[in-house]
């Protein structure tokens, strides 16, 4: 190649999910309505479990914690487009765009650890009942959860210090809101086998990891329900689940449609299923898990009610 191909790479330019001025304007105003209701919503579930020593219980500490990690998640990608607009730029610059490589990848696998560590909660609260809170303890819960920070943030260590490698050529256009990871190494004119090689075997294992033990916990819950005498107790166990199977489909449908092939292949029209991940999966985490919970419910009438007589 020549000198000129060869310039190296001080920025991007995101051009978002439409690429039209007009279109553009219109997705601003839908992905700053969804991004605030997605940062009050996650964040009044964790009031609402903070406040209520009721739900001081180890699936609300996962909960509270799931939260957090979509208000992180969240905030990694929509507000740099939300400015970008606003400030009539497309512009990323290396390091930014580097670093919210990183903290995708730990969010978004922070995600699927998390949702594995309440299947396996879920298992122990239907399948071994009586042994419950010995098996969940205080100590347990935090374990499971830090032990999912190092993880995940090893993991995205490890593939942003691989992309950092690569040489960006001339063209420095990505087809999307935010730097996916995928449309990042498509732009690179030096050979990405390496770090593809890293999200098969890498990054399929961390992805593995916690999807296996969602199958595995809910196959022994669904083995264990089955073997319930009346139709109510079938339905009474499995009702606690249908909130977590709802955002699991959600959100592992989706990585499984984008990443789990070769950068490659990656298309424009992926950026679609990358927006339910992104954002529309943190918006509605905290309607699935409240909607249909009464303690949840509860916790929030408590809070609001709360914050009305402090105002008075």
Not at 22 to 28: A, C, K, M, P, R
């Amino acid at each position: 190649m020549d000198g000129d191909n060869q310039t190296t790479v001080t920025e991007f330019l995101l051009l978002g999910l439409s690429g039209q001025s007009e279109q553009e304007d219109v997705l601003f105003g839908v992905f700053l309505g969804m991004y605030l209701v997605t940062i009050i919503g996650n964040f009044l579930v964790v009031l609402a479990i903070s406040g209520d020593s009721h739900l001081h219980t180890p699936m609300y500490f996962f909960l509270a914690n799931l939260s957090c990690v979509d208000i992180c998640f969240s905030s990694v990608t929509t507000p740099k487009m939300l400015v970008n607009h606003t400030v009539g730029s497309k512009s990323i610059s290396y390091v930014e765009c580097m670093t919210q490589i990183y903290f995708f990848i730990t969010f978004i696998n922070m995600d699927g650890f998390l949702l594995s560590v309440m299947a396996y909660d879920r298992y122990v609260a239907i399948c071994c009942p009586l042994h419950y809170t010995m098996i969940m303890k205080p100590r347990l819960c935090i374990l499971l959860v830090a032990a999912s920070w190092v993880i995940t943030n090893l993991h995205a260590l490890l593939h942003t210090l691989l992309m950092v490698q690569l040489t960006f050529c001339f063209n420095n256009t990505v087809h999307h809101f935010f730097c996916d990871p995928y449309a990042i190494l498509k732009l690179s004119c030096s050979d990405t086998f390496i770090n593809d090689l890293m999200v098969f075997t890498v990054g399929g294992l961390i992805f593995l990891m916690p999807f296996t033990c969602i199958i595995l916990s809910y196959a022994y819950i669904l083995y264990n329900v089955l073997k319930l005498p009346s139709a109510h107790g079938i339905r009474r166990a499995l009702s606690t689940c249908g909130s977590h199977l709802t955002v699991v489909s959600l959100f592992y449908g989706a990585i499984l449609g984008v990443y789990m092939r070769p950068s490659s292949s990656y298309t424009v029209q992926d950026t679609v299923a990358t927006v339910i991940f992104t954002v529309v999966t943190p918006l509605v985490n905290p309607f699935i898990y409240s909607l249909r919970n009464q303690d949840m419910k509860r916790a929030l009438r408590k809070l609001i009610s709360d914050s009305r007589i402090r105002k008075f």
